[in-house]
């Protein structure tokens, strides 16, 4: 009996974003969706539409964005009993939340907001990436020479900051710099880890400038199905008419 690939998404919003783009897409492709979030409706709501379009699909709602929470629900994952028969194997992993982020003047960033921005975006994206490798390495090699692939969405935070972004800056930079890190020593291991900066603004519809959710989605596609030989660690998308 074959292996069906599962791809664990967290941060899917209202289902209009980058998160859900990826789910529908890798969907179409053949992988189980694991969609994790905070809000048990939104979820549902996507799950039931992947499911009525043909893939399978089940949420996993989180109480919050911590390094436990992200960290255990690869376990509530793993147990789960999808609807046909095959067994599963976790291939792919998107960190995609982006919560409780800081947009002000430096001077008004309190104590409480610098916790709570490094609580929910950098101690959860470890939680997620820890979740993701220890399942990665339970994976023998693929047909491309990989045990599996972790992504994460950044910003043009990522790699500038800005009047009023030295709270999000922060944390973005922080997410950067573990992908960075992940991917060197996990490289080894036949695990690929890739970010991307999305440099501009997303919409749900093509255009000239912003951000198209389904080309972002594409793009993680052709991460995902890269070869060993030569793996991309950083993506910087951003429209023909950037702005940023």
Request: net charge neutral; no cysteine; aromatic share 10%.
């Amino acid at each position: 009996m074959s292996t069906r690939p599962v791809f664990v998404v967290a941060g899917v919003g209202n289902g209009t974003g980058t998160g859900a783009a990826t789910a529908r897409l890798l969907a179409q492709k053949g992988y189980r969706i694991a969609l994790v979030a905070r809000n048990p409706d939104n979820l549902n709501r996507l799950a039931k539409e992947i499911v009525e379009a043909g893939g399978e699909a089940a949420a996993f709602p989180v109480q919050d964005y911590s390094y436990n929470a992200t960290l255990s629900v690869f376990d509530t994952i793993s147990a789960y009993k999808w609807p046909s028969a095959e067994p599963s194997e976790v291939r792919v992993a998107l960190w995609n939340a982006g919560v409780q982020e800081v947009w002000k003047p430096f001077l008004e960033v309190s104590q409480e907001d610098i916790e709570n921005t490094l609580q929910f975006n950098v101690a959860a994206a470890f939680g997620f990436a820890r979740g993701a490798i220890l399942a990665f390495k339970k994976n023998g090699l693929d047909e491309r020479g990989a045990r599996g692939t972790l992504l994460f969405t950044g910003a043009t935070a990522s790699i500038r900051g800005n009047v009023r972004t030295s709270g999000i800056a922060a944390v973005k930079f922080g997410i950067r710099a573990l992908s960075q890190s992940l991917a060197k020593e996990f490289g080894k291991e036949n695990i690929h880890v890739a970010h991307a900066i999305i440099d501009g603004i997303i919409s749900t519809g093509p255009s000239d400038v912003r951000l198209d959710t389904k080309s972002i989605a594409k793009n993680y596609l052709y991460l995902v199905e890269q070869d060993r030989s030569a793996w991309t660690w950083e993506l910087d998308l951003r429209p023909a008419h950037e702005k940023w």
